[in-house]
């Protein structure tokens, strides 16, 4: 095995050129895109509009944001401590079940 990571797609060496059938096209190559015409002179200038001002926000009562934020929290913390003691009772039982048997 070479070191060198691209041997593997190279193609083997061959004694002989290959040279095509006389039936056979050569090799089409790509000359790249065509060059573009430039716009005559008597085009105007493409015209960019400035963009309107940004629109005023609605102020926002921060008091209310904060109670909601709080009610929020309230309701998380009580499922998780429901959900947490459910999961304690549910390992009790089957840890009580299995001992039993």
């Known amino acids: 095995m070479t070191s060198d990571p691209d041997s593997v797609w190279r193609r083997p060496p061959t004694s002989e050129p290959v040279e095509p059938e006389a ?50 929290r309230v309701i998380t913390v009580g499922l998780s401590i429901v959900a947490g003691v459910l999961a304690v009772l549910l390992l009790l039982f089957v840890t009580l079940r299995a001992l039993s048997q």
């Open 23 to 72: 039936g056979e096209a050569p090799e089409p190559t790509y000359s790249g895109p065509p060059r573009t015409q430039r716009p005559p002179r008597t085009q105007p200038a493409p015209l960019i509009q400035p963009l309107p001002p940004p629109r005023v926000l609605p102020a926002q009562d921060h008091d209310a944001i904060d109670a909601e934020e709080q009610q929020a």
